[in-house]
């Protein structure tokens, strides 16, 4: 069955950098467009950017140009990396499948995130 990992979270200042990572096993990254997104305590999950099966990347408005998504095939492993952060960028970020996440025993599944706090 599916499992991802997230990783690479922690407390940085702003206008720092991080990189996430996201380990699966189960399915194979490459075959699907992937997401990144993100969920601030009281506010709803919001996507931050998707990579599809071709390499194409999009994303959110609020990360433009901070943020790159990419993938390593051979490690089954995407990542994020995160520059000029903002406080505002403060939250879980998770990664899944975009728009229908990995189901396992008949529930969506999702890892346990991993959290960035952008602070001074």
């Known amino acids: 069955q599916v499992q991802l990992v997230e990783s690479g979270g922690g407390l940085v200042q702003p206008g720092g950098s991080l990189r996430l990572s996201c380990a699966a096993s189960g399915t194979i990254l490459s075959i699907n467009t992937m997401a990144w997104s993100r969920q601030a305590p009281g506010k709803q999950r919001e996507l931050v950017a998707t990579i599809t099966s071709g390499g194409s990347t999009n994303y959110a408005d609020s990360v433009k140009g901070r943020f790159t998504i990419s993938r390593d095939n051979a490690k089954n492993t995407m990542y994020l990396q995160m520059d000029s952060l903002k406080p505002e960028d403060t939250a879980v970020y998770y990664c899944?499948?975009?728009?229908?996440?990995?189901?396992?025993?008949?529930?969506?599944?999702w890892g346990q995130g991993t959290q960035v706090t952008v602070s001074s």
């Open positions: 899944n499948r975009n728009l229908r996440p990995f189901r396992v025993q008949g529930r969506d599944y």
